[in-house]
């Protein structure tokens, strides 16, 4: 990994110095509190990291604790907060020895210091920065690694770094001007003067209550704040954020707060501690090199064509300190606009809100000459206020218009769009900014483009394996939404079915196949189609679960699957509910309280072979919403699985049950993608027709079939039917018979009365269906009982149940016929 370095190394390169100069600079003001964040920046500029951080030693000497860190987030690295000091994580062994330590991907693969280690090969360099007393942590994406060059700019920022910060002033010392200090328990906080001032507050008004203080802000900016004063949302290290302030007169002023977090000991409250500055001023002191690091980095997390956008805007608005930008992608002929902001149609001109679409507008090329012709030489231009532009463009920027070529390779991805409101005076770091940012979206959209492409294909290849419409259910209303993950490619393997069974029973399932694979698609399409033929074969929902667990258990493979399987009676508006390692089912009563229910769960699929799977009952009101989801729209790797069912009962609390579409939008819609969704919402209305039904187990004896027949005499002139009796008597004759000749066990005999049908069927122990006869001689003593009942009936057929079949035969019943009645 080393490089050789040649005669010339010795003296020292012009990157070199240039570091050396601008270290000097940041280090010159010690009482800065961006120093640190800038001396990290200068690794990414002058040692190509693409991730530095600071560590140093926490309160108790055994670990060390995250300071600072700059660049892409640490999570695409595995970085974690804190490190033992006795562990084999190179900022540890660093600190200990007194030496740099330099690991490149095979010598990661070792140390094996994350529980989730990312895809991407990387260089991981870990320098002290004084014996004992801290590290300095870099991670390089280049493919040779660091090298000689890089690797002294990171010896030079180590050197930059060992200069105390400002040191934390102890609960009872005087603040510095622009420093604070708040007591998380009590919500009390000292001040310096100058935050005082920045407030617009008198020193002996203040009445030392940081509510006070929040009242003056902005209160758009009150969760982001909040987010930083509460100590359940701050970890080690150092936040940030830009917030506004109220002012008596003019618009808010934007301040920058600091601020971090110290553990509190025996009889001493945990405080935070920081600064509070004038933003405006400290925007000057980050460099266009910073500023472009920060977009590097940021497009280097994103992922969709939206992602990209909205970086672009992030990174450009505020410091150009612009009206509006538009991001578009370059269609043809067409632009086809990916962000705008601000969002509002009527904050742009006439002609893009005449195209305007759904969410945003296309806007065409050809009615804006300019534009085009800009595209075509592929260059940044630039009009000052009042330029001869057409309308379509001047009313962007009437004080002022930047237009980005975004090229990627040999061809233009987009433009991008920046417009002034009042005359903008464009300075050379600002066309500097423009030009670099340019070349950074326009890769980066390109690979979203693919990225979405892919992603869209995936989806596409997910869906087929679902079902493609829902069936219309007797008394209830079903909807269902899949969402791919936005974060790989792979095929998931979360689904969901709905299975209309016989006596108007439904089947809800929804599963999820662990880990996101061809393997685990494929076994998802196995175990979706294994559960449908186990209830369809008419099982109860405990052993089609167990039927799945033991298919499971036989197939070669080392994957597992959930499953929630709830079973509706859709006329008694009760159900049985079994789960194998689901999560349950979240109800929503009619009027709007909700229940997580809880529902005794077994084993996920395809881990014991012999286990029993409970089933717990619910009981359903006319109104009742029932949602089944997977856990990608409850759980994120940052949250808890308990509070997002939780938060999603509160949703469905909330919301209109007679929308179940705009329900389930919504929910995907604040979903966070980081894993597959599958969400099936189910509303029981109960049904207004509810059909006449009755049994009779056939006892094997000399006169079974005349019982069968008075049975069905007394049960259908009860119901006052008369019409087509004896076609109905002499099929009960046939198919009664037929079972207790030809199968052994139990024969039951089951009559419907419906929307005028009457429906027979008898049920017996044998999977064996009656064969119909292709021809009879009048000599044969059998096998005329099947013609029988297809020339008396209006359709006959068998189905396949629990332990048998069952042979049925229906009747059209004259109009006016007696029948069930609405409830």
């Known amino acids: 990994m080393a490089n050789v370095v040649g005669d010339g190394a010795a003296e020292r390169s012009t990157r070199t110095l240039r570091a050396e100069s601008a270290l000097r600079t940041i280090a010159a003001d010690q009482e800065s509190p961006e120093r640190v964040r800038r001396v990290l920046e200068q690794a990414l500029v002058f040692a190509g990291a693409a991730f530095a951080a600071l560590y140093t030693p926490g309160a108790d000497d055994e670990a060390l604790c995250l300071v600072e860190s700059v660049g892409v987030p640490r999570n695409l690295y595995g970085v974690r907060d804190s490190y033992p000091l006795g562990s084999r994580f190179p900022a540890a062994e660093a600190v200990r020895t007194g030496r740099p330590v330099w690991l490149g991907p095979k010598e990661l693969a070792e140390h094996a210091h994350s529980r989730r280690v990312p895809a991407r090969d990387f260089f991981l360099a870990a320098l002290p920065v004084r014996e004992g007393s801290g590290c300095l942590l870099a991670v390089s994406e280049r493919p040779d690694g660091f090298d000689h060059d890089d690797r002294t700019g990171l010896r030079l920022v180590a050197d930059a770094i060992a200069s105390p910060p400002p040191a934390v002033p102890a609960d009872g010392d005087d603040l510095p001007p622009g420093g604070f200090s708040l007591a998380m328990d009590s919500g009390r906080v000292r001040v310096g003067e100058h935050i005082l001032e920045l407030f617009g507050l008198d ?50 002023k934007w301040l920058r707060l600091r601020g971090r977090l110290l553990p509190g000991g025996e009889g001493t409250p945990a405080r935070l501690v920081g600064s509070v500055a004038d933003a405006s001023t400290l925007r000057s002191d980050l460099t266009d090199v910073a500023r472009v690091q920060r977009l590097a980095a940021a497009l280097a997390t994103a992922v969709t064509v939206r992602d990209v956008g909205k970086a672009v805007v992030a990174a450009l608005r505020r410091p150009l300190r612009a009206d509006r930008i538009a991001l578009a992608e370059l269609e043809s002929d067409r632009l086809v606009v990916t962000v705008l902001d601000p969002p509002e149609p009527e904050s742009w001109p006439e002609l893009w809100r005449a195209e305007w679409r759904s969410e945003w507008p296309d ?20 009009w000052p206020a009042g330029s001869p532009l057409e309308a379509a463009l001047a009313e962007v920027g009437p004080g002022g218009l930047a237009m980005l070529p975004l090229p990627a390779g040999n061809r233009m991805a987009g433009a991008c769009l920046i417009g002034w409101d009042t005359p903008h005076e464009f300075g050379t770091d600002e066309r500097a900014l423009l030009t670099a940012a340019a070349g950074l979206a326009g890769q980066a959209l390109m690979r979203a483009r693919a990225f979405d492409a892919e992603h869209e294909l995936v989806g596409m290849l997910q869906r087929q394996l679902l079902p493609r419409r ?4 007797p008394g209830a209303v079903a909807v269902a939404r899949y969402l791919p ?7 998931g393997g979360d689904w969901y079915d709905v299975i209309p069974l016989p006596d108007n029973h439904v089947a809800l399932v929804i599963g999820d196949v662990q880990g996101h694979s061809a393997a685990a698609a494929t076994l998802m399409g196995q175990m979706r189609t294994a559960l449908r033929a186990y209830a369809v074969e008419g099982h ?58 809880e529902a005794e769960g077994g084993p996920p699929l395809g881990v014991v072979s012999r286990t029993d799977f409970p089933m717990s009952p619910l009981r359903l009101q006319p109104g009742t919403l029932i949602a089944l989801t997977t ?48 969400l099936l919402l189910v509303r029981y209305d109960g049904m207004a027709l509810r059909p006449l039904r009755e049994t009779w187990t056939v006892w094997r004896v000399p006169q079974a079939v005349g019982h069968a027949r008075r049975f069905t005499r007394r049960t259908v002139r009860s119901w006052g039917v008369t019409a087509a009796l004896d076609a109905v008597l002499l099929a009960v004759s046939e198919l009664v018979t037929n079972a207790l000749v030809h199968t052994e066990g ?6 419907t009365l419906v929307h005028n049908r009457l429906r027979l069927a008898v049920a017996d122990s044998s999977p064996r269906s009656p064969v119909k006869p292709t021809s009879i001689g009048w000599e044969a003593t059998g096998g005329r009982g099947i013609l029988l009942v297809e020339a008396v009936s209006d359709s006959w057929g068998t189905l396949p149940v629990s332990g048998g079949k069952q042979v049925w035969a229906e009747f059209a019943l004259e109009e006016g016929a007696t029948g069930p009645r609405s409830e």
């Open 203 to 252: 020193p002996d008004e203040f009445d030392g209550r940081v509510e006070s203080l929040l009242g003056l802000t902005v209160p758009e900016d009150l969760p982001s704040l909040m987010s930083v004063v509460e100590a359940d949302h701050m970890s080690i290290g150092e936040r940030e954020l830009e917030f506004r302030v109220l002012q008596p007169t003019g618009p808010p």
């Open 363 to 382: 806007a065409p090329v050809r009615a804006m000459p300019t534009l085009a012709a800009a595209l075509r030489e592929g260059r940044a231009r630039i």
């Open 470 to 473: 829902l069936p219309r259910l």
């Open 485 to 491: 993950s936005t974060a790989g490619l792979e095929l």
């Open 540 to 597: 109860p929902p405990d052993v089609v679960v167990s039927h799945a667990n033991r298919l499971l258990m036989d197939m070669e493979t080392d994957l597992f699957a959930t499953c929630c399987y709830v079973d509706i009676d859709m006329e008694e508006g009760s159900a049985w509910c079994v789960r194998a390692g689901h999560l349950p089912p979240v109800l929503r009563q009619p009027d709007g309280r909700t229940e997580i229910v």
């Open 631 to 678: 856990d990608g729209l409850v759980e994120t790797p940052d949250s808890d699985i308990d509070v997002g069912m939780r938060e999603l009962a509160a949703h469905l609390s909330d919301a209109d049950p007679e929308e179940l579409g705009g329900i389930a939008d919504t929910l995907l819609a604040r979903a966070p993608r980081s894993d597959d969704i599958a």
């Open 746 to 751: 139990q024969v039951r005999l089951d009559l």
